[in-house]
């Protein structure tokens, strides 16, 4: 496989089998995108991947544990703006629609939800943490190592889900991982095996035309 048709396979996936990627392999998709480009080579993550009953034990955890209410740990910005807003509501509706959950059913709504805090069943939960005295251009480098670790996952036929959820419970996740006190989780990321039998992994997202974002000045 090469680069161009990860990036074409890469997806979001929200259910997973039971089956667990080996430890060894585990570590070889954290250590190779670690490759990721870093200014100055700073390199200000921190990676940690539970598995069996250590994850049972976070998640347990996370169950009995309400999440931090901060505007700045959401994943998107509230009251968003067009085009943004149009573009997170289809993706919401496409993926309900997967699941046959109407708009109205909001309880049925919150229940997928919620399994957010489950990594969607995933067997391997890999959380990645940033020095939190780092600035944005720091957190730019995390962007490229996640990226970096789910085009290898791909290429060895596993599955993920960035999921920036998980911000929401970084003291948490911090202290059961025993991360030092100046690092914060930046994003968690479930990782396994696609069940391809579940209806919510059809979901299919689309890309803006390249006119929509992109140009080009200067070339012959």
Known sequence: MDVSQALRQRRSVRAFTPQVPGAALVQQLMEDAALAAS????QPWRVAALAGAPLQALLAEVARTPAQE????????????????????????????????PRE?????????AKNAELFGAPVGVFVFIDARMGYPQWMDVGIYLQSFML?????????????????YSPLVQQHLGMPQDYRLACGLALGYED?????NTLRTSREPFAEW????GFE
Not at 105 to 113: G, H, V
Not at 214 to 217: A, E, K, R
């Open 39 to 42: 200014g100055g080579n700073m």
């Open 70 to 101: 901060d505007a700045a740990l959401l994943s998107y910005p509230p009251d968003l703006w067009e085009p943004y807003r149009m573009r997170r509501f289809a993706n919401g509706e496409d993926l309900y629609r997967t699941l046959g959950i």
């Open 105 to 113: 059913d909001k309880p049925a709504r919150l229940r997928q939800l």
């Open 152 to 168: 290898r996952a791909v290429e060895e036929g596993l599955a993920t889900c960035a999921q920036g959820f998980w911000r929401r």
């Open 196 to 200: 391809v039998s579940a209806p919510i």
């Open 214 to 217: 992109g140009g080009l000045q």
